[in-house]
C-alpha cells in the first residue's frame, strides 16, 4: 500500500482522522504506520488541521485502557491536545443517520462522515473501505 498523499487538497488543509490510522501511527505498526506516518508528519509541520470525533477517542483509548497501559493511554491523550475534537450533537446524530441509511455505514462510521461533513473537512484519512459509498467527502488511505 502506497503512503498516503495530501496532493490535490487546499493548502493546510482540515482532516478528520480515523481510528485506525492513529493507532497505527502511534503503536507504530510496522506495516501500516508508513502509509498514514506522511499525513502526520504533514501536522507535525504545521501543513495539515486534524480534526477527531468523540467516537474515535473512545475506540482508541480502549486498548491501552483495557491493558492499563497508561503509558500510552497519556501518549493518545497528548496528542489529542492539539486536535480539533468534534462533539456528537444532535444535528451530527441526525446526519449519520441520514448517512447510513443512504449508504449503509456502521453507526460508528456514520457518525465520522457526518462529523467531517460539518466541519468542512477537506477529507477523511481511514483505512475502512466502508467510506467508499460516500460522495460528498474525499476519503484518503483504502
Known amino acids: 500500500m ?7 487538497l487546499p493548502q493546510n488543509p482540515l482532516l478528520l482522522i480515523d481510528s485506525a490510522p492513529i493507532i497505527y501511527v502511534l503503536e507504530d505498526h510496522p506495516e501500516l504506520a508508513p502509509v ?3 499525513v502526520f ?3 507535525a509541520k504545521g501543513r495539515a488541521r486534524f480534526a477527531v470525533t468523540t467516537v474515535t477517542l473512545a ?3 480502549t486498548g491501552p485502557l483495557a491493558e492499563r497501559n497508561e503509558v500510552l493511554t497519556e501518549r ?3 496528542t489529542f491536545r492539539s486536535w480539533f475534537v468534534v462533539d456528537l450533537d444532535a444535528e451530527i446524530a441526525e446526519s449519520a443517520a441520514r448517512l447510513r441509511a443512504a449508504c449503509k455505514l456502521k453507526l460508528a462510521d456514520a ?3 457526518a462529523s467531517a461533513l460539518m466541519i468542512g473537512a477537506d477529507a477523511l484519512i481511514t483505512h475502512d ?4 459509498a460516500l460522495l460528498d467527502l474525499r476519503v484518503l488511505g483504502v
Open 2 to 8: 502506497e503512503p498516503v498523499s495530501l496532493k490535490g
Open 36 to 38: 498514514f506516518r506522511p
Open 41 to 43: 508528519e504533514a501536522h
Open 59 to 61: 475506540e482508541v483509548l
Open 76 to 78: 493518545y491523550r497528548s
Open 111 to 113: 457518525v465520522k462522515a
Open 129 to 132: 473501505r466502508d467510506f467508499s
